[in-house]
């Protein structure tokens, strides 16, 4: 069965063809990976925010660049943690606990559960802290993004092996 969601090459075609529309729905589909990135990898909310913006920027003022239009969703990556990875570096190291950031409401979850899920998450949390940032990042790539092993290879420019290992914690 055929989607009737057009690719992103075909969205970017239409694009660079004058549909103004086809750049939106590029965004649409991949904003909520780039904040995802974004969160992850600065634990702030408004920071992630204010990068979700600058990164839609370098995507639009970039996009003439890009060669391959069927890696853009990988090409949007690499900007994302490119720019995440430049404002940390340029920020002090301020800890923001995990547990610090905002959680959905679980109207059906039992007030004893709630806390036994937070308590878990925190404690995740405070263990995937303590990484070093390449196996941090390789954990939220694959086990919170949802990516595999060959994809987080080519976008961190890593051998799968090593992928492999970062991930195993």
């Not at 263990?127 to 070093?132: C, V």
């Amino acid at each position: 069965m055929k989607s009737n969601t057009p690719s992103d090459v075909v969205l970017i075609d239409e694009y660079f063809n004058g549909n103004r529309i086809a750049l939106s729905q590029l965004w649409l589909r991949y904003q909520p990976m780039v904040y995802g990135i974004a969160v992850s990898m600065v634990k702030r909310y408004d920071v992630a925010e204010d990068l979700r913006q600058e990164i839609f920027l370098k995507m639009y003022r970039g996009l003439s660049s890009l060669k391959e239009r069927d890696k853009f969703a990988s090409w949007l990556r690499t900007i994302a943690y490119n720019t995440c990875k430049t404002w940390l570096s340029t920020q002090r190291r301020e800890h923001v606990p995990l547990e610090e950031l905002k959680e959905s409401e679980h109207p059906s979850v039992s007030i004893a559960d709630e806390v036994e899920q937070k308590q878990h998450r925190t404690l995740l949390g405070q263990m995937i802290d303590e990484l070093p940032f390449d196996y941090r990042l390789v954990i939220n790539l694959h086990y919170f993004e949802g990516q595999t092993v060959p994809q987080i290879a080519g976008f961190l420019s890593l051998p799968e092996s090593t992928v492999k290992l970062l991930s195993k914690f």
